[in-house]
């Protein structure tokens, strides 16, 4: 089937086979940054943003990205131009071997974009998919209130992103 949807802010039109996983179609489109950990939806480490929501790419159906907004991690920021939580995580060493980083960083997006300003327990609950199996949480939880109180401070740091054309078949 052919699919159309927004990756990173690059448009995308291609074929997927009708069982074909969205984890398995990003990853597949280079986004690494999505991780496979359980493949059951219980560890969040595939998490993005769908139309700004959180969902489990492990759980859903590639055709069910038709026309949507998929953001990973890596369209948060990167390297050289890291968003707020990214950045926050680093600092906070909320990252250790990284392998939940990615799907957290998510999950802290979709929480601030609802909750600007959240208290460590709704940054708990924000979060509670996500397994982290290196840090103990109290790291995340303070780079996500870090995160909020410089995104409080400087409005307008959420993804940019000039839309272009990317053709494939995953
Ligand atoms: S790989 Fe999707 S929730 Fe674990
Ligand atoms: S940093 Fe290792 S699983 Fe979270």
Do not use: W
């Not at 055709?63 to 907004?69: F, P």
């Not at 799907?103 to 609950?125: F, S, V």
């Amino acid at each position: 089937m052919r699919l159309s949807f927004t990756l990173n802010g690059q448009a995308v039109r291609l074929d997927a086979a009708p069982d074909q996983r969205a984890v398995d179609l990003l990853r597949g489109l280079g986004a690494l940054d999505v991780k496979e950990g359980c493949g059951t939806g219980e560890c969040g480490a595939c998490s993005v943003l769908v139309d700004g929501a959180h969902k489990l790419s492990c759980l859903m159906l590639a055709a069910q990205l038709e026309g949507r907004e998929v953001l990973t991690a890596s369209g948060l920021g990167g390297e050289a131009d890291p968003h707020p939580i990214q950045r926050a995580f680093a600092e906070h060493g909320a990252v250790q071997c990284g392998y939940c980083t990615a799907g957290m960083t998510i999950a802290a997006a979709a929480l601030l974009a609802q909750n600007p300003d959240p208290t460590r327990l709704e940054a708990r609950r924000a979060i509670s998919g996500n397994l982290c199996r290196c840090t103990g949480y109290v790291k995340i939880v303070d780079a996500v209130r870090a995160a909020a109180r410089e995104m409080a401070d400087a409005p307008d740091q959420g993804p940019d992103g000039e839309t272009t054309d990317r053709e494939g078949a995953a």
